[in-house]
Each structure stands twice: as C-alpha cells, then as structure tokens.
C-alpha cells in the first residue's frame, strides 16, 4: 500500500490536482465560474486517478471545485463530460449540489438542474 501511494505517477497526479485546485478555488472566490481555467493533467495512466481523488478529500473540496478539477482530469483523457449543478426545491432547506454527468446522485436527495458546465 505505501509503495502504491508512493509512485512517482501518483505524486504527478497529486501535485495536478492540488495545483488544480488551488486554481478553482481562486476563480470561484472571485466569482469567475465561466472563467475558471485549469492546466491539462500530465500524461499519466488511468490508475493515477486515485490520487487525484486523495487530495479533493485531504483538502476538503467542495462539490463544485471537486466536479471542476475532475471534468478536467477526464477531458484530458477524452471523456468529456458536463458539471451539472442542480438545486433541491425549498421544501424544507435549500440545498445546492455540483456533480459530473453520469454520477450517482447523493443518496436519499433529488436535485433538479440549474447550470451545466461543459469542458
């Protein structure tokens, strides 16, 4: 397991997505949705990944940063796939919700779409 989270590819991967992140989230506090531009991964294998994913959790990305940094991960693979942002209806709390198109929804919510964001 620690020479799996040490491979130099995974490294790659993490530096990526941590950069990536970074990136997001500084046009999504200037309000630059549309604007947010991030760097193509390295080429890497599809097993790096992983890693990918470790950071979003260890930085604790938001829904929305998470669905930007992934769009662009696999748009470099080409898979080119939407963020959809949706809302649930004020029954009972107002909630907002980003994922990519084709993820299960979170369990037990149903959000209707808002905003899609293509690559």
């Known amino acids: 397991m620690i020479a799996r989270r040490l491979n130099p590819r995974a490294l790659r991967a993490a530096w990526w997505a941590n950069r990536s992140l970074t990136r997001a989230r500084r046009s999504l506090v200037k309000g630059e949705l549309d604007a947010v531009r991030l760097s ?22 938001t829904c929305l940063e998470r669905s930007l940094v992934l769009q662009r991960w696999h748009a470099a693979r080409g898979r080119k796939l939407d963020v959809v942002i949706g809302v649930r209806a004020p029954v009972s709390d107002f909630a907002a ?11 037990g919510m149903k959000f209707d779409e808002l905003l899609r964001l293509t690559p």
Do not use: K
């Open 97 to 107: 919700h980003a994922w990519l198109d084709g993820e299960p929804a979170p369990t």
């Open 40 to 61: 193509p991964p390295p080429r890497l294998p599809d097993s790096a990944e992983y890693a990918v994913h470790a950071v979003l959790r260890r930085q604790s990305a």
